[in-house]
């Protein structure tokens, strides 16, 4: 069973984050930019959690790409100005053609909560 190319229709970047040595001799973190694709973004479900008067939603996705050696659950998705986290990946027809991230996007906000 093959992708069907046309759903393809988000351009998504792996990155990952390496930390680099700075002329002070401190470390920080760098973005590096991986791996850029096309791949099909859908939401999966929705959660909240009330933590004070705060919400904290948590919001995840199935992302689909054709397959790609050397992707690890560690890297993450950037689409647009969004930022996914991975957390499962799949080979649903177990023949190397497509691949299935199960990630989440966290935002904050504040919520309006009336005691």
């Known amino acids: 069973m093959s992708i069907n190319a046309g759903s393809l ?3 998504i970047t792996f990155i990952t984050y390496e930390e680099v040595e700075n002329e002070l001799e401190l470390t920080e973190q760098h973005k590096k930019e991986l791996l850029t694709c096309w791949a099909r973004i859908e939401p999966a479900r929705g959660k909240e959690y009330y933590e004070a008067q705060k919400i904290r939603t948590e919001d ?6 054709r397959f790609h050696k050397g992707i690890e659950a560690s890297m993450l998705i950037e689409y647009q100005s969004r930022t996914f986290e ?3 990946i799949v080979d649903p027809y177990m023949n190397h053609s497509a691949l299935e991230f199960y990630c989440t996007e966290k935002s904050r ?3 309006d ?3």
């Open 86 to 88: 991975i957390q499962n």
């Open 113 to 115: 909560v009336t005691t």
């Open 109 to 111: 906000g504040l919520s």
């Open 60 to 65: 995840s996705y199935k992302i689909t790409t």
């Open 9 to 11: 229709n988000r351009r």
